[in-house]
């Protein structure tokens, strides 16, 4: 039997871009350039590499998100996954981590798998928690924030990976079915070939609304939305501090500045 | 008055000081009751009834300890059901927002994650939040169910607040899915002797300008002759120099010191997600064109090996 691997990627606005807000306070996502989130590029490599590692294997890349996200799945594909799959409804605009979950759980469900790799965060949302909320949902063990990890023994086999906490650094073990998640230790991800993009041209996205999963309108959305946003606003430039080069008191000159400021 | 859950942080009956600050923060919405979990949960009440905890409920089982975040679900959800709290406060680490994320789901609420400020309304907390690295600040609510919400580190000020604490055994019947992740061993992080550096008050930060993992001892000297935490930027990191728990920015700590000095650190927007927050920001970097220079109090273009340890001199002679 395939080895059946789901990973979960995010459309995001270039952090290196001009992100703000649209008017109904969700994430401008049309005046920002978007791209795959790097955080989600990981999650790619590793499912890469288990397949790579694992008999037979198949990796699915999963996204919610607007038409252009499929910019995202392009890119996965061009990386070497298999397929990809696309869902997209103009009533998921403006959907919180909650309702998120929903979308992806169903679709991850009506796909059918064994692993769910996910990154350790989005870029824009950096909320963290989608692959816990996808782990209750479907009632599978959450295998999260790994900076190593391994399948052995295919779809019935177990998922071992190191989690660095603050306090320690713990060794987990879980069976499958399971989600994943992997941080950007997990080890650098791989450059598309000329070859992987050309063949990424050819490869199935399937697209899917909220009918094909059975999810209500209101169940989503900015409608369905969990959390309100009351106000966003642009955090002041920081004042121009003072600048000063150093002609050999420059350490002295800072630690003036620092007593002034009663550091020291 | 309405009660407000607050979820402890605690090593083996210490309490971490992010959970006072939620303490105090709690106290805004209405009575705090706090849940205390595993190896020691029962030792935290006196530093939790002295900033401000009417109750401390407590349990203990291998569980926690042998088992990734659901038995710690379990308990929390068990506590909200006893409680019925007006909303649940967590601290906002990784785990934190896991557990917090987890609970929402359950009880049919939403969540919000990292929030820096927390104020009570007609509709309910109001969180703050820092958002797209720093650039913006929201305020947002919880539309549905009691609001379950995590608070970063030095969000607000521990306050003494004296209260009766006293401590009630909770009843946790775990979950079939609660032994899903199995622990199979743990490595616990040496300590540095230095302050946490999501905690300290002042953080001391060394980049790829540092040149060398050898050469952190430059940075190393001038943190301890301020009683600062060290931290690192992700090319520090990656280069083997410091360990990834010190690294700053978006997928390494976020750090919101009074005073946060980077040497050869150039100010990389991912970097900056991590401390921009911070009070006082001063830079040491050669480079005059560096972004960090966008974001200081003070700077001084130079060499870190001079500057640097004239400057670590300078506060050992002013502190003498
Ligand atoms: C998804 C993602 C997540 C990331 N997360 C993080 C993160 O959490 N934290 C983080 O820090 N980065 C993160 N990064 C990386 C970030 O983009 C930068 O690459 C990184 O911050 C650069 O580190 P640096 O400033 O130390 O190095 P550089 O950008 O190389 O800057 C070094 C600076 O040192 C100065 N310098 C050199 N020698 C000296 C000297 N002798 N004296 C004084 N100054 C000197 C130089 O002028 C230069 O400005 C992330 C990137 C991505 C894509
Ligand atoms: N819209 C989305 N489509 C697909 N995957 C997502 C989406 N949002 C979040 N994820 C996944 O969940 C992870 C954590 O996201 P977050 O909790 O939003 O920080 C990301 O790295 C993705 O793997």
């Known amino acids: ?264 | 008055m309405a009660e407000v859950l607050v979820y402890v942080d605690h090593v083996d009956g210490a309490v971490r000081k992010p959970t006072l600050e939620l303490l105090t923060l709690a106290r805004r919405i209405g009575e705090p009751v706090a849940v205390a979990l595993g190896a020691g949960a029962a030792d935290t009440a006196a530093t939790l009834a002295e900033h401000g905890a009417a109750r401390v409920l407590t349990h203990d089982a291998a569980e926690y300890a042998d088992y990734l975040v659901v038995p710690k679900v379990d308990a929390l959800q068990a506590a909200y059901e006893a409680v019925s709290p007006a909303a649940v406060l967590v601290p906002s680490s990784a785990e934190g927002k896991e557990i917090a994320a987890r609970l929402a789901l359950r009880i049919g609420s939403g969540i919000i994650t990292d929030a820096v400020d927390l104020e009570a309304s007609d509709e309910g907390p109001v969180a703050t939040q820092s958002v797209f690295a720093a650039s913006f600040t929201t305020k947002s609510r919880i539309a549905k169910g009691a609001p379950v919400i995590t608070v970063k580190p030095n969000s607000a000020a521990v306050e003494a607040a004296p209260a009766a604490g006293a401590v009630e055994a909770l009843a946790v019947s775990f979950s079939e899915k609660a032994t899903g992740t199995k622990i199979t061993g743990r490595t616990p992080r040496e300590s540095t002797g230095r302050p946490e550096l999501t905690e300290a008050a002042i953080v001391v930060s060394g980049g790829r300008g540092v040149g060398g993992a050898e050469n952190f001892a430059i940075v190393e000297a001038l943190a301890d002759s301020l009683g600062a935490a060290v931290g690192a930027s992700r090319a520090a990191v990656d280069a083997g120099w410091y360990p990834h728990s010190s690294q700053v920015g978006q997928t390494g700590k976020s750090v919101s010191p009074q005073l946060y000095i980077a040497s050869g650190i150039s100010g990389a927007i991912q970097h900056r997600a991590g401390m921009q927050t911070s009070k006082t920001i001063v830079a040491i970097n050669k480079d005059a064109e560096a972004p960090i220079f966008d974001l200081v109090d003070y700077g001084v273009v130079g060499d870190l090996f001079d500057v640097v340890p004239q400057l670590t001199e300078e506060v050992k002679a002013r502190k003498g």
């Not at chain 1, 070497?80 to 409804?89: L, P, S, Y």
């Not at chain 1, 103009?90 to 991850?108: N, P, R």
């Not at chain 1, 989503?220 to 600048?243: F, M, N, Q, W």
Request: net charge negative; proline share 3%.
């Open chain 1, 1 to 264: 039997m395939s080895l059946r691997i789901v990973v979960t990627v995010k459309y995001v606005p270039d952090a290196t871009g001009d992100r703000h807000f649209a008017d109904d306070l969700t994430v401008d996502r049309d005046d920002v350039d978007g791209l795959l989130s790097e955080l989600d590029e990981y999650a790619v490599e590793q499912a890469l590499q288990i397949a790579e590692n694992a008999d037979d294997a198949e990796i699915t890349v999963l996204t919610i998100g607007p038409e252009e996200a499929k910019d995202a799945l392009r890119k996965a594909l061009s990386m070497g996954a298999d397929k990809a799959i696309h869902v997209e409804d103009d009533d998921l605009h403006g959907t919180d981590a909650i309702g998120t979950s929903l979308v992806l759980a169903k679709a991850i469900e009506k796909a059918g798998y064994d692993l769910v790799i996910s990154g350790m965060a989005s870029t824009d949302g950096t909320m963290g928690v989608v692959p816990a909320l996808v782990a209750e949902r479907l009632g599978v063990p959450q295998v999260t924030l790994l900076s190593e990890v391994s399948v052995e023994g295919g779809p019935d086999g177990t998922v071992k990976g190191r989690r660095d906490g603050d306090i320690a650094s713990e060794q987990l073990q879980a069976s499958l079915p399971a989600v994943v998640s992997v941080t950007d230790q997990s080890g650098e991800a791989r450059y598309p070939s000329f070859k992987g993009i050309m063949a990424a041209k050819k490869k199935p996205v399937t697209s899917w609304d909220l009918d094909d999963l059975d999810i209500e309108a209101e169940e989503v959305g900015l409608e369905g939305a969990y959390t309100v946003v009351d106000s966003a606003t642009e955090r002041p430039a920081r004042t121009a501090g003072t600048i000063v080069k150093d002609e050999g008191e420059g350490g002295k000159q800072l630690a003036e500045f620092l007593a002034g400021q009663k550091f020291i």
